[in-house]
């Protein structure tokens, strides 16, 4: 059974840089694997951040890019503000009309 | 404006059935796939179904194939999942998704908009 991992939390201070990333349990991300970002605070439906690994949905800020850094999909976000504190979650296209998503992480701001 | 407006969530009894719906709006429903995705309180989003545009391919998650049935009714702009055999663990608001396949020739696959979800409650 395919398992996409993500941190389960991560901190920033506000104005500073992190670094989410998304992999899986045996194999590597690649491109694809067509990675995505969504953003979502408690009671709202997800947002979409990034689409096919590092292009940013219509609206989103430039402080959000998507890359494959190793053998993993990541998800920078840079000059962190207090509005980025949420849930992020990414998801990887398996093939023959199947999607798995990532636990999320647990972004805090502080 | 793309819409998409859930609803059909409620309380059942496990072993119960119930039908979710989600009606589409601003967008050309029959050019696109279409998906659930729930999210049980407190826990992580999880693809359940995709649908193909003319309903022909349908795609399940192995923890709902043979008790969830994703269909839809493109005259009516309309997308559903019937939902027998409920268990207490697919208590979750359920989320209907419009699938981005390609734009032009170059492949995407993502979600590119949800709905506001509606809960469904499986409990005794």
């Known amino acids: 059974q395919t398992v996409v991992t993500q941190e389960p939390s991560f901190s920033v201070s506000p104005g500073g840089t992190v670094t989410l990333t998304c992999g899986l349990s045996s194999g590597s991300v690649s491109t694809s694997s067509y990675p995505s970002w969504y953003q979502q605070t408690p009671g709202q439906a997800p947002r979409t951040l990034i689409y096919n690994t590092n292009t940013r949905s219509s609206g989103v800020p430039d402080r959000f890019s998507g890359s494959i850094l190793g053998n993993k999909a990541a998800l920078a976000i840079t000059g962190a503000q207090a509005d980025d504190e949420s849930h992020y979650y990414c998801v990887l296209y398996m093939g023959s009309g199947i999607w798995v998503f990532g636990g999320g992480t647990k972004l805090t701001v502080l | 404006e793309v819409q998409l407006v859930e609803s059909g969530g409620g309380l059942v009894q496990p072993g119960g059935s119930l039908r979710v719906s989600c009606v589409a709006s601003g967008f050309t429903f029959s050019s696109y796939w279409m998906s659930w995705v729930r999210q049980a309180p407190g826990k992580g989003l999880e693809w359940v179904a995709n649908i193909k545009e003319d309903g022909s391919g349908k795609y399940y998650v192995d923890s709902v194939k043979g008790r969830f049935t994703i269909s839809r009714d493109n005259a009516k702009n309309s997308l559903y999942l019937q939902m027998n055999s409920l268990r207490v663990e697919d208590t979750a608001v359920f989320y209907c998704?419009?699938?981005?396949?390609?734009?032009?020739?170059?492949?995407?696959?993502?979600?590119?908009?949800w709905g506001q979800g509606t809960l469904v409650t499986v409990s005794s």
């Open positions: 998704a419009r699938v981005r396949i390609r734009q032009l020739q170059r492949l995407l696959y993502y979600f590119d908009y």
